[in-house]
């Protein structure tokens, strides 16, 4: 069976490519998924998407997929900066969590420079757009695999 590895989005982040671009960039989450799953690191790995405007769907959605998948990407949006609940759910599973955003959270408004799922994840990547979830998969790809 395929090894599996889950990007999660969270709040807000359905509107990728028409939400504010200037700081997200124009292309949606389902176009760059497209893109992403055909590299060829990529090729032995599947792919899955999930994307909840909703807290406890988030955190249902991280308990569901830790049986199932070698590590997950997460981009929780807002509730990075206000969900220990959250910060508790990454606690409470054994694979790895890779933070990520689009945007470097820490050029932005203060409040956004707080994150209270940091310590829980086993790292964090931000300022890339797009590409922060790839350097994440490639992350989790590398504690599996000989590729670093
Ligand atoms: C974000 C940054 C968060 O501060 C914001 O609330 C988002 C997107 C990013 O990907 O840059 O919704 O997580």
């Known amino acids: 069976m395929l090894k599996e590895i889950s990007i999660i989005n969270g709040p807000n982040l359905n509107l990728l490519g028409k939400r504010e671009p200037d700081i997200y960039g124009n292309e949606s989450m ?3 998924i497209q893109r992403l799953s055909q590299k060829s690191f990529l090729s032995k ?3 899955s998407y999930a994307q909840t405007n909703h807290e406890g769907a988030l955190i249902d959605l991280l308990h569901e997929k830790s049986s199932s998948v ?12 206000t969900s220990l609940a959250l910060a508790d759910a990454i606690r409470s599973i054994s694979i790895p969590v890779v933070e990520v955003h689009l945007s470097n959270i820490f050029t932005r408004e203060k ?9 829980a994840c086993k790292g964090s990547i931000c300022g890339f757009g797009m ?6 998969a490639i992350s989790l ?5 000989t590729l670093d």
């Open 30 to 32: 389902e176009q760059y």
């Open 45 to 47: 790995i599947k792919l």
């Open 70 to 81: 070698i590590g997950i990407v997460l981009n929780a949006g807002a509730y990075t900066h």
């Open 111 to 119: 409040i956004r420079h707080r994150s209270l799922i940091s310590a």
């Open 131 to 136: 590409t922060s979830y790839k350097l994440a």
């Open 141 to 145: 790809l590398s504690q599996i695999s």
